[in-house]
């Protein structure tokens, strides 16, 4: 089963710069797509960025041009980063990494399930 940790969040002010991670343990598959969400109080979730296998990549329109999803596969160590410079304060989210097992490719609409994600972390951004 696989189990997603995320780490990194924190507060910030505007126009500032985060990086998230995603520790991803008991991995077997060998074609997947990660991505991820982020859900603020009373808002839907949404996913923000997700990247397949081959390291193509879809992003949410809000995010476009600031935000970065990027893995480290080197030596097994499946981490999952997104990297987050001029943060909003409409940024401000819990976020979650997610896996789609079932994904070789991502489309532009992003992932098309959202198979397991970890316990979040909190981004909050300052006007």
């Known amino acids: 089963q696989v189990q997603l940790v995320e780490s990194g969040g924190g507060s910030v002010q505007a126009g500032g710069s985060l990086r998230l991670s995603c520790a991803v343990y008991g991995l077997t598959y060998k074609t997947y797509c990660m991505g991820w969400l982020r859900q603020a109080p009373g808002k839907q979730r949404e996913e923000v960025a997700a990247i397949d296998i081959e390291g193509g990549t879809s992003y949410a329109d809000s995010v476009k041009g600031r935000f970065t999803i990027f893995k480290d596969n080197a030596n097994n160590n499946n981490t999952l980063y997104l990297q987050m410079n001029s943060l909003k304060p409409e940024d401000s989210s819990m976020y979650y990494c997610?896996?789609?097992?079932?994904?070789?490719?991502?489309?532009?609409?992003?992932?098309?399930?959202?198979?397991?994600w970890g316990q979040g972390t909190l981004v909050t951004v300052s006007s």
């Open positions: 997610t896996i789609d097992t079932g994904c070789t490719v991502v489309a532009d609409t992003g992932l098309a399930y959202h198979e397991a």
